[in-house]
């Protein structure tokens, strides 16, 4: 099956479409998904120049995905779009708003 393609008009409004055909944009993280992150060594801020490694990314997008994004349904997304809608989204979590749209 062929992933759904988004058609934004400009990268301001880049969204993925869920498995109903809804738009679902970039958002803020909740305060408690973040503590959860820095917690578990998941937090990308609080890494240093080693960063948080491969293994810890993939945990940390798929925490988000299921707890800030819960009860959506991407599977008829390309996962390269659903991955840059969760990176957007730690982005604005931390008001680098200009960050996430040029990622």
Do not use: C, W
């Not at 810890?56 to 995905?65: N, R, T």
Request: charge should be neutral; proline fraction near 4%.
């Amino acid at each position: 099956m062929k992933p759904e393609k988004n058609t934004p008009k400009s990268a301001d409004e880049f969204f993925v479409l869920d498995a109903t055909g809804a738009e679902i944009r970039p958002r803020s993280l909740s305060n408690g998904t973040i503590r959860h992150l820095r917690a578990n060594g998941m937090d990308p801020m609080m890494a240093g120049k080693e960063g948080i490694g491969a293994v810890k990314a993939v945990e940390m997008f798929d925490y988000i995905q299921d707890h800030d994004f819960a009860g959506i349904d991407f599977s008829k997304a390309a996962n390269n779009d659903v991955t840059k809608l969760l990176r957007d989204s730690y982005n604005a979590s931390f008001g680098r708003v200009a960050e996430a749209k040029n990622s």
